[in-house]
């Protein structure tokens, strides 16, 4: 059985762990040469730092908030905290939360027995107290509030990125079925690129940064119709400003990224007849530029 057999099937089975099934998707990025990819892989495994790109479905959402007042003769009282009246700040900052967590983690919390939560921090509670004084539950006072974090929310969260796995490897496997093997075809491959760029793009969106992949950290942004930026995108893969210019023009003429001005410019790259900087194989730039090519046109 191939690996993309045993990864679509791990997938559709629904009962190997998430964390488990990331690992094999960055077996198969790394052999086809997905950077991308494979950067993904890594932050879901490891968790996202906060100056970390989200992908949309872990983006920040409003969560419900519960708190606990004290009062007189020792009573409490326990109930869903209130934003109204608070300032957009207080509110962005404590009633909205993005998840960052590893998936190993997300995988606990949401098979635990009740809903997890993150709890305010003692001077937020104070200040929520003395704003709200007067006007919440008369003599009583907050002590203590948290953000609930619902398990049937990251239960969704996982589950779509379990599906995102499967129809992965089951576009990969459509495009090429020994991708993902030893020795097996990469992103040189365009139906193998193509699949693992519009994977990147369904998770982030327009405008995903285009890699060289492996050993190569030159990377750049192409923007749905800019220009300019399809032009920086071609310097940044070896093409010089004439060159670059001129795939440029013919995108855009062409107004699709398999039209004939296009197609045949990608062709000379290949056979060397445009030269390319940096050491970089004339099929992988080629590749790239289809790929920015995709982003500008907004087809990727």
Not at 35 to 52: C, F, K, N, P, S
Not at 87 to 94: A, C, D, K
Not at 136 to 154: D, I
């Amino acid at each position: 059985m191939s690996r993309l057999s045993e990864l679509v099937d791990a997938a559709a089975n629904g009962s190997t762990a998430l964390s488990a099934l990331l690992r094999q998707v960055k077996v198969v990025a790394t052999r086809i040469g997905a950077a991308d990819l494979r950067e993904w892989v890594d932050q879901e495994l490891a968790g996202y730092d906060m100056a970390a790109t989200l992908p949309a479905y872990r983006g920040t959402r409003q969560l419900p908030v519960r708190g606990t007042w004290s009062g007189p003769m020792g009573s409490q009282l326990q109930g869903q905290v209130s934003h109204v009246g608070l300032s957009e700040e207080f509110v962005t900052g404590l009633f909205f939360a993005a998840i960052r967590q590893p998936i190993s983690e997300l995988e606990m919390l949401a098979s635990g027995s009740t809903d997890p939560g993150i709890a305010w921090d003692p001077w937020a509670v104070h200040h929520y107290d003395q704003v709200e004084r007067g006007i919440g539950f008369e003599y009583m006072t907050l002590v203590e509030a948290h953000v609930v974090v619902p398990r049937s929310m990251l239960a969704g969260v996982l589950d779509g990125i379990r599906n995102q796995v499967l129809e992965l490897a089951l576009a990969l496997e459509a495009a090429s079925p020994d991708a993902g093997e030893p020795q097996g075809p990469t992103i040189a491959d365009p139906a193998v690129q193509g699949v693992a760029h519009q994977f990147v793009v369904n998770v982030f969106g327009d405008g995903t940064n285009i890699a060289l992949g492996s050993g190569s950290s030159a990377t750049s942004t192409v923007i749905k119709g800019d220009l300019a930026s399809l032009i920086a995108a071609a310097r940044s893969v070896g093409l010089d400003q004439e060159a670059a210019q001129e795939f440029a023009t013919a995108v855009e003429t062409d107004g699709r990224e398999d039209g004939p001005t296009t197609t045949g410019f990608l062709q000379r790259v290949k056979t060397g007849a445009v030269s390319v900087a940096g050491g970089v194989a004339s099929n992988i730039v080629a590749s790239l530029l289809l790929q920015a090519a995709m982003l500008y046109l907004g087809t990727g």
